[in-house]
């Protein structure tokens, strides 16, 4: 937990006190963390009597409509804001860019309050709660019922259970931490079926998804001596769940790096990056207009795809070039965790 989260919580609860409806937004092409947080945060609004409005400029991803509350995001590319509120609560973005259409219920007194665990070096919102070490923001939010003292309903448990094994990839990735699998274990305490969730999440693909994947893997390229791989799908045959494709091609032994495109209109590109190195994809990403984590990252293109690959290998090169000797020392490490302990 960081620093100051307790006055930092108490100003955000002392700013709900007013009851004021408030508009409740995400960033665009959400995970499972951005829609388990957005539920979530609506439902501990709704114990404080807090009216919302909660939307995301995209789609949500049909494989989240299991969490209560799901059915009143708004998707703003079809029903696009027509006002300005007083309040707007943004959860899981990094900048304020990233919630797109979602600032038109921005107006010059909209008081902004920003809670994340990216960090890009802007903290946009006039109350700020970000910790870049939490898991999730999903986690974060848990911190919040607990210092408000609020019950963990089904729509706030099973929300932000969803963000937290979503963002930490079932517990693989290294933001995973001893707090995080306790905050978890308490919110299956609290009632959160774990297997269903992760049924309904990692194993309920539809066939169209599947199709998608095995024609974006007849795309994969591999580079830097089979280091690198890229893969994707043009708009022919874009889907909107794609999230999760870039694995199969991180999970190859030999990748270190990962790219994973896919166009959803003519000349617009959704681009998902991994590392399994000390490589930072954020930066990569930042570079090109995204953001995201160390490990996890993406951003939009616009262009054509030959374009894109061009600029993603030559970003690709220029982080493994400036990586250098180190990135060497990490690959021939053995990478076992217990070993340094054992010799100390």
């Known amino acids: 937990m960081i620093l100051g989260f307790n006055e930092v919580a108490a100003s955000i609860r002392e700013s709900l ?29 709704k114990q404080l009597g807090v009216p919302t ?23 703003l590319k079809k029903q696009p804001i027509d006002r300005t509120f007083e309040r707007i609560a943004v959860l899981d973005a990094g900048a304020l860019s990233r919630i797109g259409s979602g600032d038109k219920g921005i107006g010059p007194q909209t008081h902004i309050i920003n809670i994340d665990h990216h960090f890009t070096g802007e903290l946009y919102g006039h109350l700020n709660l970000v910790d870049v070490n939490a898991a999730a923001t999903s986690e974060i939010l848990f911190e919040l019922c607990r210092e408000w003292n609020l019950e963990i309903t089904p ?4 929300g932000l259970y969803t963000g937290i094994i979503t963002d930490t990839g079932r517990f693989r990735f290294a933001n995973t931490t ?27 693909l539809s066939l169209n998804s599947v199709r998608a994947l095995t024609r974006a893997l007849t795309n994969l390229e591999m580079h830097f001596d089979d280091r690198v791989a890229i893969f994707g799908l043009d708009n022919h045959h874009h889907t909107d769940d794609t999230e999760g494709f870039v694995e199969y091609a991180s999970s190859i032994k030999s990748v270190i790096l990962a790219g994973f495109y896919s166009e959803m209109e003519p000349g617009l590109f959704k681009v998902s990056l991994r590392s399994r190195c000390q490589i930072d994809v954020s930066e990569l990403a930042a570079r090109l207009g995204g953001g995201g ?3 996890a990252a993406g951003f939009r293109f616009r262009g054509d795809k030959a374009a894109l690959k061009m600029r993603l290998l030559s970003e690709f090169r220029r982080s493994i070039e400036m990586a250098g000797s180190f990135l060497e020392n990490e690959e021939s490490s053995q990478n076992i965790p217990w070993l340094d302990s054992a010799e100390a």
């Open 17 to 45: 006190s007013d009851r004021r409806e408030t508009l409740v937004v995400t960033h665009f092409y959400p995970d499972g963390d951005a829609i388990g947080s957005l539920t979530a945060f609506a439902g501990m609004l």
């Open 53 to 75: 409005v909660i939307a995301v400029d995209d789609a949500p991803p049909d494989k989240y409509s299991f969490l209560p509350g799901f059915e009143r995001i708004i998707n």
């Open 155 to 158: 729509q706030i448990g099973y």
């Open 178 to 204: 001893a707090r995080t699998v306790q905050i978890c274990s308490e919110l299956i305490a609290s009632g959160v079926d774990s297997g269903w969730v992760i049924e309904r999440v990692f194993y309920n």
């Open 293 to 295: 984590h160390k490990k």
